[in-house]
């Protein structure tokens, strides 16, 4: 297995861990809450390079997720795709040509939602304009995800009943 794939399986994981912890406590996440990330990787990355970036994702996220929550399953379904084959790459958001087909056309990603789509460009636009060329296409993808499950999460309750019949 390639270095990168393995890499990029391991930031796949640091998303999970990372929205559960968010479910847990809301959308507001410290550091010493997180695990040490894996040799090489960090949960503060763009703390300086881009200090607004989380905040950035979140002041999109949040009042499109507020309009259709399902939205949610669509970004991390989006995620995983990108994913999927040779890892976290960005690859699923370009678009290609009638010579040159993109992973969007691939038969797996047909039905990616649209709206998942335009709400990255979205946020990576706003990046852009705020931090121009440092924050990958892949880590917006991730923040995206964990922030989206993070949020829906916080919707789920559960009735457990305590007696046992």
């Not at 968010?22 to 090489?40: C, F, M, R, T, Y």
């Not at 990046?127 to 993808?141: K, N, R, W, Y």
Request: aromatic content about 4%; hydrophobic content about 45%.
């Amino acid at each position: 297995m390639k270095k990168s794939a393995v890499i990029s399986s391991i930031v796949c994981v640091f998303v999970f861990v990372s929205a559960c912890i968010i479910s847990a406590n809301g959308l507001v996440v410290h550091e010493h809450d997180l695990s040490k990330p894996a040799h090489g990787l960090s949960w503060t990355f763009y703390k300086d390079s881009c200090p607004d970036l989380e905040d950035i994702v979140k002041s999109i996220l949040e009042p499109a997720l507020d309009e259709d929550i399902t939205q949610a399953a669509g970004l991390l379904r989006l995620h995983f795709h990108d994913c999927f084959v040779q890892g976290c790459d960005g690859s699923v958001l370009l678009t290609g040509t009638a010579s040159n087909p993109s992973e969007q056309q691939a038969t797996p990603n047909l039905s990616l939602r649209a709206r998942a789509l335009q709400l990255i460009d979205e946020i990576k636009t706003a990046v852009e304009a705020s931090c121009s060329g440092l924050v990958t296409c892949a880590d917006i993808l991730a923040l995206a995800a964990r922030d989206s499950v993070a949020k829906e999460a916080q919707n789920i309750q559960y009735h457990l009943d305590a007696e046992i019949a």
